[in-house]
């Protein structure tokens, strides 16, 4: 008797167990289908608002098309994409090619918006023309926070053509990014970059730009709102904007390749004439590299370079230790201490 009855025990608890598992995996597959229906539905609005929207941006003066527009994101994201975009600024002969273009979000953060563009990227413009590749290309923005912006692009590498003297020049870098965000009312920039070639060569002896390392930050104040927010990017209007500005430049480092680095600090303001006047502070850092890249880049003035750097030694030093020079441009004239370097036209 006591066995039949633990083995009608062991039966019914499995029994039990069984049922649990089948309402378990029911209202799983439920919870699923009701997610996947919900999902669609608002990947099918945001699918339809965007199609709206585009059309909503042909004009004479401006025509938008993105093809084959359809959802993605499934399950975790939500958002929509494209096979190419077109833009067409017919009276200002710029054109602008690109392949896939897609922007979405995290269905537990619809407000942390992030686009990505597929290379090979083409610009045309009556003065200019650039093809653009890249491995990716990533645009991070907050809607809660418009002017929060990041953008990253990794192996980045161009072809630019000057039409007006027919000449070509490549640039590419390992990585590039850029980050905008406010402090108070305050504009704060950051740039970096890493591997940077540059098709520059040196006057006079033909040398090339070793490799870049770049890390840039600096602050600027009073910026009109529609430059970066509404993004009014009109030539005339950003550097009507630009009229007045006052910013610093917090920290930015230049590293070469073949050694040496050196550091800029300093306020700087843009007048309502579109001259810069500011007060820079450069600091040479490891001062042996960098004379052996000088002399790389300037092979004819080696002997002068050494004695240059000489001085350079015997100039204050920060709190790194490291020799400072001062640079001042006061309406666009630039000063190297007392030595005059030339003048930066006005905007």
């Known amino acids: 008797m006591n066995t039949t009855s633990a083995n009608a025990e062991i039966v019914q608890e499995k029994k039990t167990k069984n049922h649990v598992l089948c309402y378990f995996y029911i209202v799983t597959v439920f919870i699923i289908v009701c997610y996947t229906v919900i999902w669609f539905y608002l990947a099918s609005k945001i699918e339809n608002n965007v199609s709206t929207a585009l059309l909503g941006k042909q004009s004479e003066a401006l025509q938008l098309r ?4 359809h959802k993605i994101g499934y399950p975790l994201r939500i958002g929509v994409g494209c ?12 054109e602008l090619r690109s392949e896939a273009f897609s922007t979405s979000a995290p269905i537990y953060a619809p407000h942390w918006l992030r686009f990505d563009v597929e290379s090979p990227l083409s610009i045309e413009t009556p003065l200019a023309s650039l093809q653009g590749n890249w491995s990716s290309m990533t645009i991070e923005a907050d809607v ?4 929060k912006i990041r953008m990253i692009i990794n192996d980045p590498a161009a072809h630019i053509k000057n039409k007006a003297i027919g000449i070509a020049s490549d640039v590419s870098a390992k990585f590039i990014r850029i980050d905008r965000y406010d402090l108070g009312n305050d504009a704060k ?8 070639v540059l098709p520059f060569l040196v006057p006079g002896e033909q040398t090339k730009f070793p490799h870049l390392d770049g890390n840039f930050d600096w602050t600027m104040q009073n910026l009109k709102q529609h430059i970066w927010i509404e993004g009014d990017l ?25 050694g040496g680095s050196f550091g800029v600090s300093g306020p700087f303001a843009i007048n309502e004439k579109g001259y810069i006047d500011g007060k820079f502070t450069i600091a040479l850092e490891d001062r042996s590299a960098l004379l052996n890249t000088t002399r790389l880049l300037f092979p004819s003035q080696a002997n002068n370079l050494q004695s240059i750097f000489f001085i350079i030694g015997s100039m204050p030093k920060n709190e790194e230790g490291n020799p400072t020079l001062s640079l001042s441009i006061d309406k666009g004239e630039v000063r190297l201490g007392f030595i005059r370097l030339g003048n930066i036209n006005p905007f």
Do not use: E, R, W, Y
């Not at 009507?240 to 930015?252: I, M, N, P, Q, R």
């Open 144 to 147: 809660n926070q418009p002017s």
């Open 189 to 196: 920039l950051h740039l970096a970059f890493k591997d940077l």
């Open 83 to 94: 096979d190419g975009m077109h833009l067409d600024v017919p009276g200002q002969a710029i």
């Open 66 to 69: 993105c093809g084959n527009i």
């Open 234 to 258: 009109n030539p005339q209007t950003v550097i009507h904007d630009l009229l007045g500005v006052k910013g610093s430049v917090d920290h930015a480092k230049l590293t070469f390749a073949s």
